[in-house]
């Protein structure tokens, strides 16, 4: 059985920092691009990065670019974003969703969330 | 960037009506789209992908179709279970969500 599990979030100041992690199960990770995905209060879902299932290939959205780091550990079946210099706009729930074996794709599974809340 | 445009954003509906939600590309994706549900509280979950590919234990109720710029997800008999908000996604370049379409009770 697939499971993904988010982890890392919680309230941060405006520019703060935060590391969200994801542990997954039930399948071979390192075949498997992965994604996160988030959804502000009340509003639709934006995707925000991916990460080939090699690390090698990193990608990002406009607006997250140069302050968000993904990042995955193979040996140890984690996914990770580092999220750097928050504003009030990076508030929501972060999803870790599992794509497929190339590139940009539809997300077959995915994690239950981790709410970042920008306050001060 | 490619945007996605889903109509209409609301759509009000009784138990056993046919019920079709629009999606139209900025520019051409092919077939590379997906459409999920998703319930309050709850992760979106996967329906239709590569446009009418009906994923793996979804009621067959649920049908896509489409292709280039413009897509439909269609239920073919609404169910209480289906009441939730829809989104539809393309991968064809990076990925772009739509709007999303709440489906309520009428």
């Known amino acids: 059985e697939v499971q993904v599990v988010e982890s890392g979030g919680g309230l941060v100041q405006p520019g703060g920092s935060l590391r969200l992690s994801c542990a997954v199960s039930g399948f071979t990770f390192s075949r498997y691009w992965m994604h996160w995905v988030r959804q502000a209060p009340g509003k639709g879902l934006m995707w925000v990065s991916r990460i080939s299932g090699d690390g090698a290939g990193t990608y990002y959205a406009d607006s997250v670019k140069g302050r968000f780091t993904i990042s995955r550990d193979n040996a140890k079946n984690t996914l990770d974003l580092q999220i750097n210099s928050l504003r009030a706009e990076d508030m929501a729930v972060y999803y870790c969703?599992?794509?497929?074996?190339?590139?940009?794709?539809?997300?077959?599974?995915w994690g239950q969330g981790t709410l970042v809340t920008v306050s001060s | 960037d490619i945007q996605m445009t889903q109509s209409p954003s609301t759509l009000s509906a009784s138990v056993g009506d046919r019920v079709t939600i629009t999606c139209r590309a900025s520019?051409?994706?092919?077939?590379?789209l997906a459409w999920y549900q998703q319930k309050p509280g709850k992760a979106p979950k996967l329906l239709i992908y590569?446009?009418?590919s009906l994923e793996s234990g979804v009621p067959s109720r649920f049908s896509g179709s489409g292709s280039g710029t413009e897509f439909t997800l269609t239920i073919s008999s609404l169910q209480p279970d289906d009441f939730a908000t829809y989104y539809c996604q393309q991968y064809n370049s990076d990925s772009s969500f739509g709007g999303g379409t709440k489906v309520e009770i009428k």
């Open positions: 520019q051409s994706i092919s077939s590379w």
């Open positions: 590569k446009a009418s």
């Open positions: 969703a599992r794509g497929t074996i190339t590139g940009a794709s539809f997300f077959d599974f």
